[in-house]
């Protein structure tokens, strides 16, 4: 399980990201990835194999506006270290963007599954399967967070997640059982990341995600749900 960054608030989201990221690469990682909702309301990913300079590299002529955004490094545990298999996953034409640290156990049945549903896979990743799921249930549900809480119920393994919408660049959702994920606080922007070491130089306090826990978080509010969907408040921490 490597590392999780996603930023939303006023500020640029790329360099906070990307300090996120170097701040995790002690974990080891193979390879790394980044997405933005640009300022013209664009979803763009950039990701590469090999390490967070090699993406900076890869990204810095490209359009890396944006004030919200996730970002990821990988280690492997299913289909080979290249860039199609690194994070962010996305799904239906780039409208939703997804990082994962974990193993998704019941990956097979549910590609079989969305395969049949029309999903093309450009990944061998167990991840890809969530960002098509989330995809799948955006048609029904009310909103994003529905949608999460609605796939997760499909899921058996690990996750620490966060998923983005460019459809809905006010908020983030984030969703935790097996793979550990803290919330960074901020005024007026908001942090998130898979360890809290990756966000001690933009704050000190954090609310740790409990198991089976579904965040949603803006700007300017976190709203907690556990397992149930029922909101819950959760302790913040000063470190
Ligand atoms: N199982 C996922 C993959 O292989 C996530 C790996 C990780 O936790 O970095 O892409």
Redesign the pocket.
Known sequence: ???IVGYIGTKEAYPILIKGLHRLEYRG?DSAGIALISDNQELNVYKTKGKVADLERFAESKDISGCIGIA????????EPCSA?A?PHYSSSEKLALI?????ENHEELRELLKSRGYVFN?Q???EVIAHLVNWEMRTASNLLEAVQKTVEQLTGAYGMVVLDREHPEHLVAARSG?PLVIGLGIGENFLASDQLALLSVTRRFIYLEEGDIAEITRRTVDIYDANGQKVEREIHES
């Open positions: 399980m490597c590392g990682y990821h490094t990988r280690w492997a545990t299913h289909g298999n994070h994962h640290n974990g193993i998704i990944s990743t167990d991840t793979s």
